[in-house]
């Protein structure tokens, strides 16, 4: 989906490939269910893919994910530009003008990837790993007027097959429509985050020594009202299926604990971008 205009595919500058362009300009995003997204297939240059495969399998030093109670052997990474070759020029190439207009072009308003990658970055999930269905935040914690439009989610899962699960879980909160996606190695997904996009993921079942490996990014438009902005949150709401009542319960008190978290202490995850 991407095309290399260099006789070194591996490190070559990434680029769209018409195919990746067509399908962002198409209604395919609009017009999915049980909400937008878009789902790109051989994203990366297949040389360039087994790279940045090979970087991702190499990466040590990851930490935990803040997900509380809600994930389980979640960790994070979100310097990509520091795992090599590869996943820098994969950041430079998320944050070009080439890319950031191809999404402008596909949502319908201006999109920008933040360069930090705040809550992004390399994700890996360990054995048994689950991330219980949530709405991401949808004001950024450190740019009060920066709104959330579009989770962008790169997977990297050689050899997957659905006996491992970890299969990317959609539901729309108001309708209860619902789909799943399959995290196949070299898919993009782009999908739409506002309050009604629950997402997350199943107990996993991956072979001993084997992970879950996604890269997120996140876009984002620019907001001037100020009313609208005081309506979005900057927390992760959580909605896990399945959960007694005691998690049920925490579930619904985590984002007011964690907005006074904030307001006395500051942002983990905007803390944590970018200081690895």
């Known amino acids: 989906m991407i095309g290399s205009t260099s006789s070194h595919p591996a490190t070559a500058p990434l680029h769209l490939s018409d195919a990746a362009r067509a399908a962002m300009a ?47 052997n979640k960790f994070e990474y979100p310097t990509l530009e520091a795992i090599g070759p590869h996943g820098a020029e994969l950041k430079r190439f998320l944050l ?8 402008t072009a596909m949502y ?24 219980d269905m949530h709405a991401d935040f949808e004001r950024h914690p450190g740019e009060k007027d920066w709104v959330r439009e579009l989770n962008i989610l790169l ?69 001037a009202d100020e009313g609208r902005l005081a309506r979005l949150s900057t927390t992760t709401r959580w909605q896990p299926s399945d959960a007694g009542s005691v998690k049920r319960t925490i579930a619904a008190l985590t984002p007011r604990l964690v907005r006074l978290k904030q307001r006395l202490l500051g942002s983990n995850t905007a803390r944590g971008a970018g200081k690895k």
């Open 26 to 72: 198409s209604s395919r995003f609009h017009d999915a269910d049980p909400f937008p997204v878009l789902i790109l297939d051989d994203f990366l240059p297949e040389a360039f893919a087994a790279g940045l495969h090979q970087e991702i399998l190499a990466l040590k030093d990851l930490s935990q994910s803040n997900d509380y109670i809600f994930a389980k």
């Open 96 to 103: 070009s003008e080439e890319f950031g207009a191809a999404l």
């Open 108 to 131: 319908g308003r201006p999109l920008f990837v933040d360069a930090n990658f705040t809550g992004g970055g390399v994700h890996r999930g360990g054995s048994g790993s689950f991330l």
């Open 155 to 223: 997977y990297m899962n050689k050899d997957w097959a659905p006996a491992h699960g970890g299969a990317l879980d959609l539901k729309h909160a108001d309708t209860g429509a619902a789909s799943a996606i399959e995290p196949l190695y070299n898919r993009l997904v782009l999908m739409l985050t506002k309050s009604f996009t629950l997402h997350g993921y199943k107990r996993t079942s991956f072979p001993p020594g084997s992970y879950r490996n996604s890269i997120a990014a996140y876009a984002y438009s620019r907001e």
